[in-house]
């Protein structure tokens, strides 16, 4: 039953130096799978998602300085 049910949190606190390659092959060695490349590549292409985008470094930290400045800049952010 659990290899059926996903869970995605809103906060990720995984490591921050990590690409997203690195966070999506973590995700599959913490649930003991191994991840077909041809089926990776079909749901980067599916969600429009370049090879470059996944050898970038994780951009929470950017974001979240983003609504911090704009916080401080007097504007209020909704998220859901």
């Not at 041809?38 to 090879?51: G, K, S, V, Y």
């Not at 300085?65 to 209020?76: F, N, Q």
Request: glycine content about 10%; aromatic content about 8%.
């Amino acid at each position: 039953m659990r290899r059926t049910v996903g869970y995605l949190p809103g906060e990720m606190g995984l490591y921050a130096d990590l690409t997203g390659r690195e966070v999506l092959d973590l995700l599959a060695r913490l649930a003991g799978t191994r991840i077909d490349p041809a089926w990776r590549r079909t749901l980067q292409e599916r969600f429009e998602i370049p090879e470059s985008d996944l050898r970038r470094r994780l951009m929470q930290q950017g974001f979240y300085k983003l609504l911090d400045e704009s916080r401080r800049g007097g504007a209020t952010v909704f998220m859901s």
